[in-house]
Every structure is written in C-alpha cells, then in structure tokens.
C-alpha cells in the first residue's frame, strides 16, 4: 500500500479509477499538505479558480466524493480523510514517497539515508499531470517540483562530498552520473565524475565525460569550462591524482551577463568580515537571485565549509524560526533529530564553520528575519547573503541595491556591449538572429523596459509571434500585458502581472492608495510633490523605497520604475476617480510651483530653481501639456510668465517656443479667462520667437498680446507684455523710439508695484544711451536700478546692474569704481551659484588688465572664464572669450598659443556662416607668413574655401591676395 508521487503519478491497491485528474491533483496536494487543515473555499478556488464559487465547491464535492472511495480501498480500517461542512484534513497515515523522502532528509545526513533519499527521487514530482485550466495549483505545482528538485540535487551533492571524502570512488562516479541526470550542466557533478574515472584508471572515459560536458556548456551558454574543471582535466592528462571542487549551488541554466562592477563590489563585501549580512534589495524580476548566486561563486574558494543556496519562496509568512531553520539545515546536511528546537541544532552546527549561505526571497517572511541575527552570533565564521524586495532593517545589515541592466544611448555605437541588449539577443535566438538593423528597436525595447532582466526576457520570448518592430510598438501601448507559458519558470516570473500581483500583496490598503497617486509622475520627484500630489508624509515615502517600489534618484527625488508605473495605472482604471483626483493635484502642484518660480528667480537668482526644474521637469512639461489640452485657462495663465523664466533661464529657448505654440483647448465662445490665457500665450511665445531671431513673427506676437491685455483691461497682463516688449525692441532695434514705451511701463510698474519691472526698465532707459555709447548719460539709470534691486533683494537684477555699469565705467576709464562694481558682482554671482554672470564680469576684468598692460593676469583671467563657459556649453561666451585671448597671446608673442586659440575657433564653429570663422583663419595664416610659407599658403587656401562657401567676397580677396603674395 503506498502513493508513489515523484515521476509518475501511482496509488496500489486502487482499483476504483480516479474520475479526473483533477481528483489526482487534489491528492497530492493533500498529501504534501497534510500538516494543515484546508478551507473547501480555498481548494475550490485552487482547482477551479475559473468557475463561480458555486459551481466550483459543488466540483470539490464530487472530487471528494471520489476520492473518499479510493482511499476507502487502499485504507479501509482508517478514514484517511477528515471533513466537515467547511474544512477538510488529510491524515499522514498513507505511506507516500514525497514522505519518505523529506523524513529521510530532516532525520540524517548520514550516507545510507541520503542514498535511501536519492533512491526515492526518480524523477520530477507528479510529473505529467497538467491542469491547464487551474492556475493556482500549476504555480503551486512548480514551486513543489523546483522544491523537491532542490532537494535532490544537495542531497546528492552531499553524498558527493560523503563518498568523496570516503574515497569510494565507484559510488562518487553513480553519484556524479545521477547529478548530472538532473543537472546536466552542474560543474561539480562533472568534476566528480572525471575525478572517480581517473582515480579508478579510466582516463578515456573520463576524457569522454569532459568533452561533452564542453560541447553541451559551449552550444547552451558559448562559454567555456571553468578554470578549475581545466585545472582537473590538465591533472589527469598529466598523471596527477585529480581533486575535484564540490559546487553546493545550483547550476545556471541561462547564461548571467553583466553586472561586472556588482559582482566585483559584492565580491569584495563578502570577503570583508566587516559585512557579515548583506542583502541585495530590488523589485521582483530584477536578477538578485542570479547575482546572488554570481557572487557566491566568486567567493567560494573562500569557505572551506562551503556556499549553500537556501530558497525560502515556499515558505507561507507565518513561517517560525524552526521551519527556517529546517530549511536552511536541509541545505547544509545539518541533521535535525530529537526534541531540541530546529533552529538551537543549526546554531550548534554552525559553530567553527567558516560558511556562506544565500538565504532566497525573504519578503513574504521579513517578520521572521529576527532570527538572523541569532545565526550570527552562533558562529563567528558565517556570512549570509540574502535577497528580498524588502530591506531587512537590521543594524548589521549592508544593503546592495539591484537595479536594471545598462541601457545603452540610441546613437550608442557599441550597443551590443551593454548587457540589456545582449541578454535581449541571446534569448531571442531561439526565434530569431536579431542584426545591427534592430539595433535602435533593441535599445528602444531595452529603454521602454529600464533595463529589467526578466521584462527583456519575456519580450525576447515574444519575439516568437512577433517582429521587433511590432512588439515595440504594442509595448509602448500596454506594456504590462508582457507573459510566456514556460515550466521552467515559476508561475510569479511568466508574466508583469503574476510578478507585481506578488509585490502588490506586500502592501496594504494605505501603501496601495499611496502607490495609485503616485503613478501620475513622470520621472522623478521630490517628497514635497509626493505630498502635495499623494498625500504621503517622507516616514511612508522611505518605506515604499525599501519595499522597493520606489528607486532613489538622489537625496530629495524618489522615481518609478517605468513598469511599476504601466502595472499600477491598470490597476486605477478600476478607481477612474482616484486617477482624476491625483492628476488635478498633479497639475494643481507643479503648475503654482512653476508659477512662484518667477518671483524666485527674481531673487534668488535662476540657478538653484533651475536645478529644480531639471530634476522635475517632465512632470512640469506633462501638467502643462496635459492642462492645454484640458483648457484649464486660469491654470495656464497663472504659470505661463513663471514656465517662460525657468526655460529662458536653462536656455530652451525651442522648448519655450514650443510648449507656448501649443494649441489651448477652449470652448467656440471664448471666456474672458481664455482670451486672458491666448494672451499669456502669444506673449511668451514672442518672447521665445524673438530669442530664436525670429523677429517678423515676435513683433506680430507681441502687437496681439498688448491690443488683448488692453481690451481685457488687465494691468497685470499689459504690464508683462510691454516688458517683454521692450526686451525685444531694446535687442533688436536702434531703440530710438522706445522711450516713451519705457516711461509708459515705468509709470505702470509703479502703479502695480512690480519692483522687478520697475527695476528692469530703469536698467533699459541706461541702456539705450550706453547703445549710443553716451556712458555717462547711462550710468545714473544703471545705478538707479541697483539700488531698487538692493532695496528689493532682487539677485537677477542686481548681477545685470554691475554687469552693465562694469561695461559703462570701463568705457570711462572710472577704473576705482570699476573694480568696486565688478569685484561685487563676481562675489554676489559666486554666493548664488550663476556661474553665466560670473563669467562675464570675469571677462571684463581681463578687459581691465589688458588695458593695464597686465597679459599674464587677463590670460588667467580668461582661461577662469573659458573653463566656466565650457561647463554651461555656452557658444557665445566660448567664441568671444577664445578671440580676445587669442589676440592678447599674438600681442605678446605666444603665437603658437594663438594660433591654437584660432584653430580651435574653427573647429568649433568653422561650419556657421560667420566672418569671425574667415577671421580666424586670416590671423591664422598671417601669423604663419613670416615663419612657414608652406602652413600659411595652405592656411589661405583653406580661407578661400571657406570665403567662397559663404559668399564673403571681402575674405575672398584678402585670400587671392595673400596667395598671391606668397607665390611671388
């Protein structure tokens, strides 16, 4: 009488036929089971998920039916099956090989047992019983069939190390041969196997063995034997005794790529007894078990007792210390016997071992870590490395955090180096040879994805049905609809779905509200937005980062990874309500924060909230995107001129240019808001138009929005527009006729108090005379504005007051005030950080020296101010800083530095249609006419080249004349 489980499904002394196999199914489960009492709700649902609970437990009824008679059979002197109206158990009473098994394993390591236990595995458990149709019990299937599998490959993994030590060859070579069985390419059931052939004199076959263990690792993987298996094969052709390395962790089935810096930090941490619990934290899928076990192999050498992998995925949350205890001593061949507590027995046995243990998937147990640090004090010599989505938020614990594999950019011409698009490529070879042709689609796959290990295989496996190109697309519309049916992966790893469905039971009914709000972002954000737009206070925030629902960008910024975002906004379809709330608080937030922008720069100056606005700046483009579609005039019109100063601020300006053309989404019958925001728009958008040397179209801009804020009657509208207005005529125009404008706006800033405008268009009146360089009509207008600007704490306006009475007192030799203003606006522009400003004064203080006959001070002076320019990527400032050095270093002599200077001018900007380009190559040239005749005639020629391109017929004849010159 028994039930024989493992390979094929058989009950003796049945003679009644089970109905269906379903009833089988129910069996085993009961059996494995036995120790619990099961709900009939729960076993309804687990086989017959599909159907109404009705008809499912009137399902289990009939099951049960059945399979009370086949037991009666088999056992007709005990009720083996126990039930009520509401509960069934199952009694251990019929003998069952899983049993045996799993008794055999938790009673002795001892070899006779092991070998028992070996005996009873004969092949995959329950193998060949499908239930297509009851999903629950196929993952609870797997997750049984990996389980036991486990078990089988470290018991026989021990019995090698046993038969081994005992130099029973004979046995170490049927041992490795049944390892092998299960694992084909287990490396230490290999080097077993050759290791008992050479001791018992057949090096033929063990040569044998080595070959195809290399033909199988080369056409699975493309890889190589491991250093240590060549060492070994060298040994044996040698005629040494061959010694084999027992490897206790399961063996890679796909390739591992990448991670070539993690592995080398992780490696580092694990030999450091510093680190004694390290825990690798990163969302579902992301390959913290295959870089645990990576890492682990690394490492080995390291621990004479050896690194065991321990997977706790099986273990229910309720889980005590003792059955983690008895699954980590089942992995080590610690025997567990008596009545003394599991975990008391592993903490004896781990005394004076130096070990390593990769303790597997803690998160659904993380209440039960405290034992940890029970198994760290037993033993001085353990290292554990665990995996979890959770931290595990103890003091000893190190945390690695494990984020997607690199991406690489679209125009990356070494793509197939990143690990992201080389894991795509392989496991796409089963269906097709993706070529440099897929390249772009690849790395856009890869991108959409953020790099993450299990998402590029399923879509690799995709590719199956697909072509590239198609499934890309499809992606960018659902990604989360991504899944294969391969039994080789557990059930929670065959689709985006089963993997977050088992992260999103991690959180309860607060943390998931929390997480809906927060899928509105786009790219990162700070706790402050987190607040305003999800109500989350920081405490809250850090926990769903250790949960690993959230990644740190930097201290203040927190972001979603791409696919928790597409899996989390399916799941608000079902909560449209929540979804509008949370993206009225989006736009609501960002919109009045780029709103109060304006007033910040005023004062503070454009660089710190120009930070801000490069952290967070695709949730501002979306809120105003998405409120210009919704036509939410009174929002667009209140952060219009705050959106316009951070862009200009960061130089967009075709950014500006575009988000101001976009079309606001009002109804026919234009309200007095929406004609007030049309206004807002066609200004800033003159604003931009005009900063791009698009006049024709600017003034026409300009010219609407002043006659609109004027109809409207709205002083605050007409008083922006004027300003900007005024910019644009001040820049583009001789500026003859702007005065009264000026004093128009003037009159109106003081009306409104608008200090900052008031104070820009005092510095305008100075600089129309400083245009025409009456300096000293223009100074008092300058030193108005400064002190509006000091009184007002107005930073922007302060730093452009000494900017421009830096350059009218240069002009009037006033070098005492000079210094005074210029050395104060370099102090004001370093305390603020806006490094353009500093620059700037920093090169009219070369100007200073130069006219003091002081070269080596204005070369330093320029070189500060260059090294500036290159960091902001300031063409401008780069162009005009390189042309005034280089003329000082021809002045003095350095010509071969001036030259350089010139030639780099031209490299840099040569393609522009610009006489400075022509410029440089004529002082070029005339430089080299004295002292290379050869270099300066190429130098011309170069010059007629570039005259001719640009039609510039004045460096056209200086090029022939000076050709001319030199020929003769």
């Keep these: 009488m028994g039930l024989t489980l493992f390979n094929q499904f058989e009950l003796t002394g049945a003679k009644t036929a089970f109905r269906f196999d379903k009833v089988r199914a129910l069996l085993a489960y009961l059996v494995v089971e036995h120790s619990k009492t099961h709900h009939r709700t729960t076993l309804a649902t687990l086989l017959w998920s599909e159907l109404p609970e009705k008809h499912a437990r009137n399902n289990l009824r009939l099951a049960l039916h059945n399979l009370r008679q086949i037991l009666r059979e088999v056992s007709p002197d005990i009720e083996l099956l126990q039930t009520t109206r509401s509960t069934i158990r199952f009694e251990p009473m019929l003998s069952a090989d899983t049993r045996q098994f799993e008794q055999l394993l938790t009673d002795s390591s001892e070899r006779a047992q092991l070998e028992q236990a070996a005996a009873l595995y004969t092949g995959d458990f329950c193998r060949g019983l499908y239930l297509t149709d009851a999903v629950l019990f196929e993952e609870w299937l797997l997750l049984q069939q990996e389980r036991f599998h486990q078990q089988a490959v470290t018991a026989l993994g021990k019995l090698l190390t046993l038969t081994r030590d005992a130099q029973d060859w004979a046995a170490l070579k049927r041992f490795g041969e049944r390892l092998n069985v299960l694992e084909p390419l287990h490396e230490a059931a290999t080097a077993a196997r050759i290791e008992a052939l050479g001791r018992l004199g057949e090096g033929n076959q063990a040569k044998q063995v080595y070959a195809a263990y290399c033909e199988k690792l080369n056409g699975t993987f493309g890889e190589s034997p491991s250093e240590a298996l060549q060492a070994l094969m060298a040994q044996l052709e040698g005629g040494e005794p061959t010694v084999a390395i027992i490897d206790h962790l399961p063996a890679d089935l796909t390739p591992f790529f990448g991670r070539k810096s993690e592995l080398s930090q992780l490696s580092r941490w694990l030999t450091d007894d510093r680190f004694r619990l390290i825990t690798l934290v990163g969302m579902g899928g992301i390959g913290k078990t295959r870089l645990a076990l990576a890492a682990a192999r690394c490492v080995q050498s390291d621990f004479p007792a050896g690194a065991y992998f321990v997977p706790l995925a099986g273990l229910e949350a309720d889980s005590h210390h003792d059955q983690i205890a008895a699954a980590i001593a089942a992995a080590v061949g610690c025997q567990i016997e008596g009545n003394k507590p599991p975990a008391d027995q592993l903490c004896s046995w781990l005394q004076g071992r130096k070990l390593l243990l990769v303790l597997d998937n803690w998160e659904q147990i993380v209440e039960s870590a405290d034992i940890l640090p029970t198994l760290l004090k037993a033993s001085a010599e353990l290292i554990l490395l665990c995996t979890s989505q959770v931290t595990l938020d103890f003091q000893a614990e190190r945390v690695f955090e494990v984020t997607g594999l690199p991406v690489p950019a679209l125009d990356a011409h070494d793509a197939g180096d990143y690990s992201s698009v080389a894991l795509l490529r392989e496991r796409a070879e089963r269906f097709v040879a993706l070529d440099d042709a897929d390249a ?99 405490e809250t925030l850090y926990a769903l980062y250790d949960k690993s629902l959230l990644q740190r960008v930097s201290a203040e910024h927190f972001s979603l990874h791409s696919l928790t975002t597409h899996y989390i906004r399916a799941k608000l379809q079902q909560h449209s309500a929540q979804w509008q709330a949370a993206l009225a608080n989006h736009h609501t937030h960002y919109l009045t924060w780029v709103a109060d922008a304006h007033q910040a720069i005023i004062r503070e100056g454009g660089t710190s909230v120009v930070r801000q606005l490069n952290a967070e700046y695709d949730n501002i483009r979306f809120a105003w995107t998405s409120s210009m579609k919704a036509g939410n005039s009174a929002l667009i019109a209140q952060s219009s001129l705050g959106l316009s100063e951070l862009l200009a601020a960061d130089t967009r300006l075709h950014e500006g240019a575009h988000l101001f053309g976009l079309p606001l989404n009002a109804a026919q019958t234009q309200s007095r808001q929406t004609l007030i925001a049309t206004s807002w728009l066609q200004g800033m958008r003159a604003y931009f138009q005009f900063q791009l040397g698009k006049m024709n179209n600017a003034e026409q801009l300009f010219e609407t929005a002043v006659e609109i804020a004027e109809e409207m009657n709205e002083p605050q509208l007409l008083l922006q527009m004027l300003h900007h207005a005024n910019d644009f005529q001040l ?180 393609h522009q249609d610009d006489s400075r380009m022509s410029w440089a190559l004529a002082e070029i040239g005339r430089i080299q006419r004295d002292t290379n005749p050869t270099a300066a005639r190429q130098t011309f020629r170069q010059l007629l080249d570039h005259a001719h391109k640009f039609d510039q017929a004045e460096y056209i004849t200086l090029a022939e004349s000076e050709l001319q010159s030199l020929e003769d």
Aim: glycine share 4%.
């Design 731 to 910: 820049t583009h125009t001789d500026g003859k006729n702007l005065t009264e404008q000026l004093i128009r706006t003037e009159q109106l800033a003081r009306k409104l108090n608008n200090v900052s405008i008031l104070g820009l268009t005092t510095q305008y009146r100075g600089g129309i005379y400083s245009r025409a360089c009456r300096y000293e009509e223009a100074l008092p207008f300058f030193q108005e504005a400064e002190q509006i600007a000091q009184a007002n704490q107005l930073t922007t306006l302060l730093l452009e007051s000494y900017a421009w009475q830096a350059h009218a007192l240069r002009q009037l030799q006033r070098w005492p005030e000079f210094l005074r203003v210029n050395e104060a606006g370099i102090a004001l522009a370093e305390r603020k950080g806006e490094k353009l400003f500093k620059a700037t004064l920093i090169q009219s203080m070369a100007g200073y020296y130069r006219r003091h006959h002081e070269p080596q001070k204005a070369i330093a002076a320029y070189d500060d101010c260059l090294k500036i320019a290159e960091q902001l990527n300031h063409a401008k400032l780069i162009l005009t800083t390189l042309m005034r050095r280089a003329t000082l270093l021809e002045q003095i002599g350095r010509y071969n530095a001036a030259i350089a200077d010139y030639q780099t001018i031209y490299t840099l900007y040569g």
């Design 440 to 538: 772009l689609s690849a790395i856009a796959l890869c991108d959409l994805l953020d790099g993450h290990p299990l998402a590029i295989e399923l879509a690799a496996a995709a590719l199956r049905d697909e072509l590239l190109t198609d499934l890309l697309a499809g992606l960018q519309r659902s990604v989360t609809e991504l899944a294969v049916t391969f039994r080789d992966l557990p059930p929670r790893q065959r689709s985006i779905h089963a993997m977050f469905d088992r992260t999103w039971q991690l959180l309860d009914a607060d943390e998931r509200t929390i997480m809906r709000a927060l899928s509105v972002m786009r790219g990162q954000f700070s706790t402050t937005a987190a607040t305003a737009i999800a109500g989350v206070d920081e």
